[in-house]
């Protein structure tokens, strides 16, 4: 058989790569002759993600909440690998940085848009009675949520907005993470202890949390920024990326939240106590939290209404049904 030159030519790479390597290219052939063709369902591996949707009680809704939140956590998980890239890069142009936030804001978008599927997919009288097998576990223990949080900015922008002023990049990592702002919403109300939500996530998570935050110590996502030249950060197009990122993370995601915390945990002016016991009224509006991952990227007004002019009108009809 005729062996065609661009073939010839690459088998001449290839045992110059190998012999350079001290390898031998005829074992790697034989390796290519025994090894079978690669499959969709072997590479993607489907089988096994598909025996990951393990329901703790026979209401077939649950199916729908526990799929959705694995589906989440993928997503979650390509947004930090997005940001790493930012983060590890050595030389950080603007493009490349607007191409990475804008693959960061188009998952987001996903997640925003998807959670019709939590607020209108379920039943909720199903909800009701299957979250009490959930208990305490709860949607506010997505670590990869609160690593997301890391990468992008400062510690000290993440401490509770009530003592945030207390605080600044002087402050250690272990003394900013302990007044994190998230950490207000698994104390119990009454008795202002910690829930066992929360302290589960503490001992679970803290050490990695803590490794994180020393890691990324004056290079998160917002610090590359701040040390691109001028120029690059007059960027229009880099502003409105990340400008947009703030407000898909820490104010529309939010909105979606609560608008399915309504739907399922208010009924005739009461409130059922969330899963796992965090206080999500006060936990969840924007307003409230007034996190900014990028705060010099807004004005004194804007960060003053923050959460307040973004409220969309699929959150306010849903809450009047």
């Known amino acids: 058989m005729e062996i065609k030159p661009e073939i010839a030519e690459r088998i001449i790479k290839l045992e110059e790569k190998f012999k350079n390597s001290g390898q031998d290219m005829g074992s790697y052939l034989d390796g290519l002759l025994y090894d079978r063709y690669l499959s ?115 510690l000290e922008n993440l401490v509770s907005s009530d003592i945030r002023s207390g605080y600044s990049a002087e402050n250690t990592p272990e003394e900013l993470y302990e007044n994190i702002y998230w950490k207000k919403g698994g104390i119990d109300l009454k008795t202002g202890e910690k829930t066992l939500t929360l302290r589960q996530f503490e001992k679970r998570y803290t050490p990695r949390f803590l490794r994180i935050a020393n890691g990324v110590y004056g290079n998160t996502v917002y610090h590359r920024y701040l040390k691109m030249h001028e120029d690059d950060r007059n960027n229009p197009e880099l502003i409105k990326a990340m400008r947009n990122l703030d407000v898909n993370v820490n104010i529309n995601w939010l909105l979606m939240h609560m608008g399915a915390a309504y739907r399922y945990l208010s009924k005739d002016r009461e409130t059922v106590k969330a899963t796992g016991g965090t206080n999500w009224k006060k936990f969840l509006p924007p307003s409230f939290q007034r996190i900014s991952f990028f705060p010099d990227l807004w004005t004194d007004e804007e960060k003053n209404n923050w959460g307040k002019q973004w409220v969309n009108h699929t959150f306010n009809t849903e809450n009047k049904k």
């Open 40 to 154: 969709y369902w072997d590479y993607i591996e489907v089988d096994t993600l598909l025996s990951l949707q393990k329901t703790n009680t026979h209401f077939p809704d649950e199916m729908i909440f526990i799929t959705y939140h694995q589906i989440t956590e993928l997503y979650f998980k390509l947004i930090i690998h997005e940001q790493k890239q930012i983060i590890e890069c050595d030389t950080l142009t603007a493009s490349f940085f607007i191409e990475k936030l804008n693959r960061i804001n188009r998952y987001f978008r996903i997640l925003i848009d998807s959670f019709d599927v939590m607020i209108k997919g379920m039943e909720r009288e199903q909800f009701l009675k299957f979250r009490m097998a959930l208990l305490p576990a709860s949607g506010f223990q997505s670590a990869q949520f609160r690593m997301i949080e890391l990468y992008s900015t400062p």
